[in-house]
């Protein structure tokens, strides 16, 4: 059987202006699995990305780690959910990023704080109601996510896709058969840089392993395991 590799993008640059961008911590990251991955005589076969920059950094970091040229082959239907609009919409005191970003500054739990709101955010926008609100409905981004898995699919042998957590959420999610609320639940627990195996043949796709930080646990180092 082939294998499909979700891998999340390194660490973000969470409360940032612009959090499309990795931190040196996600950087890092990413260089690991790709030293881990050389060292263990991993094949990489075609390798697919989001269209987002962490998604390229992401491929590019691996790749240096790797020590061998790859090419990245962009995939737009691949690309996250819109949180930024997720947010705004269900709370339009934050389109003003710097009023957010004040917000968790001041908090004394940040990431516990943008966890709840960010949640009953995506509750919203899952939710079926507001559709309309949305840059992108819910209906709309499952669609294009699974569109693009079963045309991954289609290619045939090993495949590596560097993506985001929501994205590969939705791929498990139409897997596994579960639910809104179970997927987004996966989405909280999936390590930046982690990797999701999925192996296939013909009509036959199984899940191999989900959200291995093997390359990350080696280190012994915890700070090198993150989720935003």
């Known amino acids: 059987m082939a294998s499909i590799y979700l891998i999340r993008h390194g660490q973000a640059s969470f409360g940032a202006e612009n959090y499309d961008q990795l931190s040196p911590l996600g950087e890092q990251q990413c260089r690991l699995l790709g030293e881990w991955w050389r060292a263990r005589g991993f094949r990489t076969g075609t390798v697919l990305g989001g269209p987002m920059h962490r998604h390229r950094q992401s491929f590019e970091q691996f790749a240096a780690g790797f020590g061998a040229p790859l090419e990245l082959e962009v995939v737009p239907g691949l690309a996250e ?16 990023k710097a009023a957010m970003v004040k917000f968790l500054t001041e908090h004394p739990k940040p990431r516990q704080a943008f966890h709840e709101f960010f949640t009953h955010a995506v509750t919203r926008w899952t939710g079926g109601e507001f559709d309309h609100e949305y840059n992108e409905a819910w209906p709309d981004f499952r669609k294009r996510v699974v569109d693009s898995f079963e045309a991954m699919r289609g290619r045939g042998g090993d495949i590596l896709v560097f993506t985001s957590g929501g994205t590969i959420a939705v791929i498990l999610q139409a897997l596994l058969g579960l639910d809104i609320h179970r997927c987004f639940a996966l989405n909280g627990t999936i390590a930046n840089s982690s990797v999701t195996r999925i192996l296939y043949r ?15 646990e080696i280190h012994d180092d915890a700070a090198l395991i993150t989720y935003r």
């Open 202 to 216: 013909a009509e036959e796709t199984t899940l191999h392993t989900f959200n291995s930080t093997a390359h990350l």
């Open 81 to 96: 959910f819109d949180h930024e609009n997720v947010i705004e919409v269900h709370q339009p005191e934050f389109r003003d």
